[in-house]
């Protein structure tokens, strides 16, 4: 175009578009993941950065809306992260956002047709855990009820902590979740909130009960304003959070040399394995950890294998 003074004038270039409506379609996802899926806060925030990246990359290779998306952009996408270094849990997990993402929004009408029907990831490597021996478990439980002994609030919960999560193998979210009812004493029972809004009631024993029997009695001295039901409080009267639950494991256990560092999904770990090996049926043990799948619960019976060839072989002189 020509101005007056008969000069061209620049045409703005307009930036490369977005997928319309990011934002709003991001909000419903979402939700649905929410609400509908059940699905935890944590999976809910990785599915939702898992399609932001996918978004990204949609739009750094000029397409301009998701109807464009074919399998072979899906496996590009893919295989660039590959190429970067990304671990095959990564690639896997942002292999199943998408897969769940393009379903939703081709049942929702956002796209004609869902182009991850065929979509295929890297299956996940299965390493074996580690987990703790018997030995050691009793001995970190053993360094909670010696600390516990000053009367100190916290570390009266400390021990109720460790003996619940080492008892029952509920997962660090569960632990944290839980109210004043879901604990009952009587029958040595939890109510738990499991993954995908599934309740189930798991049982703990004896020791983990008289902890627990303790802990409501130091809990007193913490109440406050912001304590609500909360089964477990931080010092300042808040429900405890899975960081404050996190460092108390690895701090327990840095008093045992020889053990390995281990989170809360690591006492998780040794509860399963620990289980199986004193002779738990496979179906009880999906039962108590909440597994969906039996074929989850397997890998604890490769960790007991794994544990009685390796004593074999330091035991026997022909191993």
């Given at each position: 175009m020509t101005g007056a003074g008969g000069t061209q004038e620049a045409v703005p270039t307009q930036p490369a578009p977005e997928p319309a409506g990011l934002e709003a379609v991001l909000s419903e996802f979402t939700r649905h993941l929410r609400s509908e899926r059940g699905r935890s806060e944590h999976t809910t925030r990785a599915y939702v950065s898992d399609i932001n990246h996918?978004?990204?990359?949609?739009?750094?290779?000029?397409?301009?809306?998701?109807?464009?998306?074919?399998?072979?952009?899906?496996?590009?996408?893919?295989?660039?992260?590959?190429?970067?270094?990304?671990?095959?849990?990564?690639?896997?997990?942002?292999?199943?956002?998408?897969?769940?993402?393009?379903?939703?929004?081709?049942?929702?009408?956002?796209?004609?047709?869902?182009?991850?029907?065929?979509?295929?990831?890297?299956?996940?490597?299965?390493?074996?855990?580690?987990?703790?021996?018997?030995?050691?478990?009793?001995?970190?439980?053993?360094?909670?009820?010696?600390?516990?002994?000053?009367?100190?609030?916290i570390h009266v919960r400390d021990r109720a902590v460790l003996e619940l999560l080492y008892a029952s193998g509920i997962r660090v979210g569960e632990l944290v979740s839980?109210?004043?009812?879901?604990?009952?004493l009587r029958e040595r029972t939890v109510r738990v909130m499991g993954k995908g809004a599934k309740e189930r009631v798991v049982p703990f024993g004896v020791p983990a009960a008289s902890a627990l029997q303790e802990w409501l009695a130091a809990r007193r001295l913490l109440v406050g304003p912001r304590s609500g039901p909360a089964l477990f409080l931080g010092r300042r009267g808040a429900r405890v959070d899975p960081r404050q639950v996190r460092s108390l494991v690895h701090e327990v256990l840095s008093h045992l040399p020889d053990a390995p560092d281990l989170g809360p999904h690591g006492l998780r770990h040794s509860a399963a394995t620990h289980l199986l090996e004193g002779g738990a049926d496979l179906r009880m043990v999906q039962e108590v950890l909440g597994h969906a799948s039996l074929a989850t619960t397997q890998i604890y019976t490769h960790v007991s294998v794994e544990r009685l060839r390796k004593s074999y072989e330091q035991a026997h002189p022909r191993a």
């Open positions: 996918l978004f990204s990359f949609v739009v750094a290779h000029g397409l301009s809306d998701l109807g464009e998306l074919r399998l072979a952009d899906l496996r590009s996408w893919l295989g660039a992260q590959a190429d970067g270094g990304a671990a095959r849990s990564t690639i896997a997990r942002r292999a199943a956002a998408a897969r769940t993402f393009l379903k939703w929004a081709s049942r929702s009408g956002r796209i004609e047709t869902d182009p991850s029907l065929r979509l295929v990831a890297p299956r996940r490597s299965r390493t074996l855990p580690d987990v703790l021996k018997q030995r050691e478990a009793s001995a970190m439980l053993d360094v909670a009820a010696v600390r516990a002994d000053d009367a100190d609030p839980l109210d004043l009812d879901d604990l009952d």
